[in-house]
């Protein structure tokens, strides 16, 4: 990795407040601001509209949209009414999302890689301009240049990322082992060139004035995330091995019991400002292009809080 990393923020907070948070961390001094869309959270066009019409500069990022629920001729439609209004400024994040809420509301596809593929293929030839489907096919009336990355987890998504993808999308709970990991797969898809292939990272990140009550205020949540089994291929390839995953299968409790400070570094970004810039250091030699903070219990004064604290050293000692 030669390029100093894109340094973004996630953002997770009530819809009326999206346009506030996206401002703040454009007059931090991120790259970009990453919006997820999460069953059954804000819906990530409206929420990527409001925060585009509240900054100037700043790349939104969706991470990701669901492609067994949106139809993707009108996912097309909606990402390229954003990209013409906001020329350059829009990377739209495509996956298939949790298989767990996908089943309650009857969306789970039998063929998950299948679906994504198509759908991924449809959009991005929409957006070029091109015509799709039978009988002569249709085309958007307003076309535009919107990147599509792909979010994947497991081996074989990760393989149909690097094929199919302009970039790829990383889930939180990731650390430096399943970036290396991740990239091998996403290289395998992409016939061995990946030099072309953004690899975007989203981090859960605390940061406190010490290291001891940053691992304090992470370990409960971030156990109970990494006990899901949506999370089940981030501990698998995380480097722990099999205790890890048995910790994992045995739920919350014994995730949390089980996260010793290596472990919770395998996971997160965590502790004060100058562990978190190692963290982050260690990320993107691992491989990761861009990576995304997602703050964990810090106060909606956060973006500050990390401009001030973190991204001017995470760029005096990578470049940028």
């Known amino acids: 990795m030669t390029a100093p990393p894109l340094l973004g923020l996630s953002i997770w907070c009530p819809p009326e407040d999206v346009a506030a948070e996206a401002a703040a961390a454009e007059q931090a001094g991120f790259d970009e601001v990453w919006l997820g869309e999460d069953f059954f959270d ?6 990527a509209a409001l925060a585009l019409s509240a900054t100037r500069r700043i790349t939104i990022g969706l991470g990701v949209l669901s492609a067994a629920v949106r139809h993707p001729a009108l996912l097309a439609m909606e990402l390229s009414a954003l ?13 298939l999302g949790d298989p767990e809420p996908l089943g309650v509301i009857g969306a789970l596809p039998a063929s ?3 679906l994504l593929r198509e759908g ?4 991005r030839a929409l957006l070029r301009g091109e015509r799709v489907g039978a009988a002569g096919g249709v085309a958007l009336a307003y076309p535009a240049a919107v990147p599509v990355h792909i979010g994947a987890v ?22 430096p082992a399943y970036v290396e990991w991740a990239r091998r797969h ?12 953004r690899v975007t990272l989203l981090t859960f990140i605390a940061l406190a004035d010490t290291v001891e009550a940053a691992y304090g205020a992470i370990r409960g949540p971030l156990a109970g995330l990494l006990a899901k089994p949506v999370f089940r291929s981030v501990v698998r390839y995380s480097g722990l091995g099999e205790e890890a995953e048995r910790a994992a299968e045995g ?19 965590a502790g004060d400002p100058g562990a978190c810039v190692a963290r982050i250091a260690a990320l993107h030699r691992a491989g990761a292009d861009a990576v ?9 004064a956060s973006a500050a809080r990390l401009g001030q604290e973190v991204l001017p050293e995470v760029r005096r000692r990578l470049g940028g």
């Open 120 to 123: 991924v293929a449809t959009v």
């Open 154 to 175: 497991g081996p074989r998504m990760l393989r149909l990322a690097g094929e199919a993808g302009e970039g790829t999308v990383l889930s939180t709970g990731t650390g």
């Open 292 to 300: 995304v903070l997602c703050p964990w219990g810090l106060a909606p």
């Open 186 to 197: 996403l290289a395998e898809g992409r016939g061995g060139d990946l030099s072309r292939h």
């Open 251 to 269: 739920g919350p409790a014994a995730m949390e019991e089980a996260l010793r400070p290596e472990w919770i570094d395998a996971f997160a970004v």
């Open 42 to 47: 804000a819906g990530g066009i409206a929420a």
């Open 83 to 95: 990209g013409r209004a906001y020329p350059g400024r829009l990377i739209a994040g495509i996956g």
């Open 112 to 114: 998950p890689r299948a």
